[in-house]
């Protein structure tokens, strides 16, 4: 159960586990965050591999923790790239 609220939005992931149809959503403005490392491939060739997991370690941690701070929500994370899109489940006033 915990587990679509890892992968989905909350109001998802609250249908599918009470087993009702999920209706695809508009939302007028949405931001998409991708991040992605420069030069991740020479970084990796240059640190042990313990080093390289502990650095993204870190920064995903920062990521996830500013990401709930501010209400964005968390696509994906693969390898050195970090996703995430805000306006999906609360509405954020423009700065």
């Known amino acids: ?21 999920v209706e695809p959503e508009t939302h007028n403005n949405v931001t998409i965050f991708f991040s992605d490392i420069v030069r991740f491939t ?21 990521f996830d923790a500013l990401s709930t701070k501010h209400d964005v929500f968390k696509v994906e994370t693969i390898g050195d790239a970090w996703m995430g899109v805000t306006n999906l489940e609360n509405d954020q006033n423009e700065t």
């Open 42 to 62: 020479d970084i990796s060739r240059v640190l042990s591999p313990v080093k390289v997991c502990n650095m993204l370690d870190r920064l995903y941690l920062a």
């Open 1 to 21: 159960g915990d587990m679509l609220y890892k992968v989905f939005p909350k109001a998802v992931a609250d249908k599918l586990k009470a087993g009702q149809k």
